[in-house]
């Protein structure tokens, strides 16, 4: 024992009685360690000497090593104020402990220290840390559940005596009857703590905080009164038989003797329920066997009725609080669950009570659901309906887990589905048109991550993304279906919506060009994100069929092609009309910078793949049509001396190198420009170099250098006399008649840049395991299995400091993992989910073992084998069982919410607002001059007439033909057709 406040440590040979003297007395300052031997032996090195010591239990001598070693830090640090002696046999230290023993055993304790409102159980489950968790509960709850007091124990050993102990027990089924069918749950229990098990305690006075001395588990026990007539013991005594062991229990009178005994029988019972039922949390049932008995079918029906009543009558049905109502609807039909739970694993079973509660239950929620759906359908959007539809798939699952398989709410998933997907449609197509609109007239967003201009992109993953969370969350196919259709068409609309923009000659800002194209790119790394959360939870072959991976990341790589050709020839149509000049006046080394200098401004807001695409596009294009403005103005030519034209073309030859060597190797660079080059060289070329140049010429030019224009250039050498350019002229019409059949090298001859990744291709089609088939006549409940209850001390690595080992207290509840700080720790220092997780004990160090789930590894070590052997064994992963349970079957196909057939009808409103976003957009007029430097202006085609023309002829029915089959893009019954939407201009009957 410890004495002098924690300064002297003194053992005697049996419990002191007044008088004795102690065995030996050891000062905790002189301890030098102590070390732990094995999960009871601990020694104490005491100055020369060693002290091997063994405690009862592990968790026992857990305590004691903590705190000795608390103690002898504490007395390390106080100024010494006793007797200091290293021998343990010190007579004057022997007698001041045997004194103050005496003084102790001869002084009555004093009286507990209450305070008005407690009695002595509240004061040790004070002491005990036991409150400061219960009083989280109603003390009415706790009156009904808990039966606490002081029992006297058996002992175990050779010697039978017995012992004052403290005992609790929380019963999981109330003991005390009442009308309140409130239940207790162990949300609030110690780390330690479970329901329906006795616990027991030595209890030494107000300062005893000692932790359990054992536990005794209420399901496994058999209760016997013992018959105290010819028994040399006195009292009220009982006896639980675990089969391994029994304990023999005293109570004081006989009132508390029945007392422990209806509460144990009401624990057991609980206990017993629990291991039979399903959810592992059976309600309290015997008031409702006890009604249904008496007062029969109509009184039950009555007392469900009632009860749903009182619980909604404060719900309502506006879509503002849809949240909440579905929140307290989900913990009525738990609340249901729990209760058929209790009928079925209730002994003997009462399937008939467990029908009529599901029959009435079900039909008065499925009542209060079809009028909240009425009231408030037209105002639902579609986050709402996705709430509704995730809750409905939810309580279609608690269903199914009691037996109960209606149809009819399976079909409700399927209507609520098919309404979300059009009013996620128009939500989303909305968005993207208004997105469009400000893009169009300079207002382009940033991309927060990458810094590039982004017009839709931002709005699809917002609409998005939710969606693909929610398929991965839940296991509904009919609402997957129509999710990934719906995100399909969105996209599909993106891509027309841009292509029509790119081929309507619309007037577009760079910055939304660019905006379009880094969108493209973007979305096809996002399609890829999403096919993997939908391949979590959804068969390949449903993903394939609806979201058609491939052919809709193809259709947005074209979509891409499409764009960068549209940036690309807005830029050299830019300057299209200067090279309608003659060469003279072409001035490139004015026009040309300026368009460079506009494009490098783009570099930093768009994707690197479409700046290269455009600049070698204007590396190809621009080069060409300047030579062909060399070969086309003959006539601004023979003003010019051929001394000047090379210099000027040696000049913006130069000019090009320049800006193109910035963006691409210097070999490919020149390879281009070799063509300008060529032309120099045939300018200045000798009478016997002539034929090599030539052929030069017209191996880069192709058919644009014939002999007129090649015998023109020859014209203009005022270097050549008249009989060299005569002999120069015979020698390149051979020539040239020779390579007649070389074509010239085209932009569409190139290899152009595509989109840097691959192709996302549709998932390879797997065997998944369907889940039951709905059909079946007869349903088979699952039982999950639950993990055992395990608790105990266990050394956690520390992630943080990589030497280091802490030791932890560990506890299973509720399939999940906790770790507290100690046993004594109000809350947990984390936990883990233990729902899917490998556990990993084949290592080289044998106490080692890992827990790993998705969230994290935890690296354990047991004390001992005999530890490690408990854990894994309570960590193996329980089977599941299977009950068959049929309490109510409905097999129609109607909803149990109303089809208004009112499916599009906010298509007027929504056309009316794409109208006029897209009547606001300026249409292109063929300019003469460049007004602004940041437009993308195109040349109206010959097409366009085509359109206006028609839009004439269709002012009867008072639509304009353009804007109509843009807008057309809303409609969600349209099914697109193999061939690529946006390979084409948006045309929908």
Known sequence: MIRDSGKMLAYFGRKPKAGDEPKGVLLLNLILNVEVKNETKFVLHYSERKFILRADNPDSQALWVSSLKLLIEKSKEVPEEIHVSANWKDKKLADEVAQSVKSEIETPSPAPRLSDSSDLNTQIMSTKGIWKYLSA?????????????????????????????????????????????????????????????????????????????????????????????????????????????????????????????????????????????????????????????????????????????????????????????????????????ETIDGCISHIPQRLDIAEIYAQTFHKMLCEFLSKLWKDSYSELTSECLLQLIIWTGQYDTKLRSVGINDQRVYSGISLLSAEFSIKFFEDTCLAIYESIKKAAFGQVETEVNTGRYVVCYKDLCDYIEPVFIEIQNCTLPQFAEKALEVIREVVYTYINAVTEICERNLVVPMV???????????????????????????????????????????????????????????????????????????????????????????????????????????????????????????????????????????????????????????????????????????????????????????????????????????????????????????MIKGILEDMRNVTKSSLESKNELSYSGALIDDLEEEKFTKGPDRKDSSLRVTKAGVFQNMKGYLQKKNKQKILNWDERFFSIKNDRLYWYKTHKALQPLNSVSLADFTLDYKGKKPLRFNITNSERTIKLLANNSEDKEKWLKALQKPKDTEISVTLLKETSDESIFEDFNKIGSGRKDLMKVANKVIAEIPKKKKPKVIREETSVEIEVEDKNAKYENKEENDEEDGQKSFVAKFCKCFDFFKKFKKKTPGSEPLIIN
């Not at 249904?292 to 049905?317: R, V």
């Not at 074209?558 to 050299?572: G, Q, R, T």
């Not at 913006?652 to 490919?668: I, V, W």
């Not at 007129?708 to 020859?714: D, G, H, R, S, V």
């Open 137 to 337: 509960y109603p003390d009415r709850l706790l009156k009904r559940h808990m039966q606490c007091g002081f029992l006297n124990k058996r002992s175990k050993g050779a010697v039978k005596y017995f012992q004052r102990r403290w005992f609790i027990l929380v019963s999981g089924n109330p003991i005390i009857p009442s009308a309140d069918e409130e239940s207790l749950g162990e949300e609030n229990f110690p780390p330690w703590m479970h329901l329906n098990n006795i616990y027991y305690f030595k209890w030494a006075g107000n300062d005893d905080d000692t932790g359990a001395l054992g536990e005794i588990p209420t399901r496994l026990v058999t209760i016997r009164v013992k018959d105290m007539s010819n028994s040399r013991d006195s009292g009220n005594s009982f006896l639980l038989d675990l089969g391994n062991r029994i304990f023999h229990l005293n109570a004081d009178n006989d009132e508390e003797l029945n007392k422990w005994i209806k509460a144990i029988e009401a624990s057991k019972e609980n206990a017993q329920e629990v291991t039979a039922s399903i959810t592992g949390k059976p309600k309290y049932v015997k008031k409702l066997i006890q009604l249904f008995d008496t007062n029969g079918k109509s009184a039950l029906n009555k007392k469900i009725s009632d009860k749903f009543k009182e619980k909604t009558k404060n719900l309502t049905t506006y879509p503002e609080t849809l949240k909440e109502t579905l929140e307290e609807l989900m913990k009525l039909t738990e609340d249901m669950v």
């Open 512 to 730: 939304c060009v660019a905006g379009f194209c880094n969108d493209t790119v973007m979305i096809i790394e996002k399609f890829k994100s999403w096919q993997i959360k939908a391949k979590s939870t959804l068969d390949a072959s449903l993903i394939n069929l609806h979201l058609r991976t491939r052919e809709t990341t193809s259709s947005i790589v074209n979509l891409e092609k499409i764009v960068k050709d549209f940036f690309a020839l807005s830029l050299i149509d830019r300057i299209n009309d200067s090279f309608e000049l003659p060469f003279n006046e072409l001035h490139m080394e004015i026009l040309f910078p300026q368009i460079a200098k506009e494009l490098n401004s783009l570099e930093n807001f768009a994707e690197r793949n479409l700046i290269n695409y455009v600049w070698r596009c204007l590396m190809e294009v621009v080069i060409q049509k300047y030579v062909n403005c060399i070969f086309s103005n003959k006539k601004a030519m023979k003003t010019q001396s051929v001394l000047l034209l090379s210099e000027t073309l040696r000049s913006d030859g130069d000019m090009f190198k320049k800006y193109f060597c910035a963006k691409f190797d210097k070999s490919t660079v020149e390879k281009q420009l070799q063509s300008l080059y060529d032309i120099v060289d045939f300018l200045e070329a000798l009478p016997s170099d002539i034929v090599s140049a030539c052929e030069k010429v017209k191996k880069t030019q192709g058919q644009d250098f014939d002999f007129l224009t090649a015998k023109f250039l020859i014209e203009l050498r005022s270097d050549l006399d008249k009989e060299e350019k005569k002999e120069c002229t015979i």
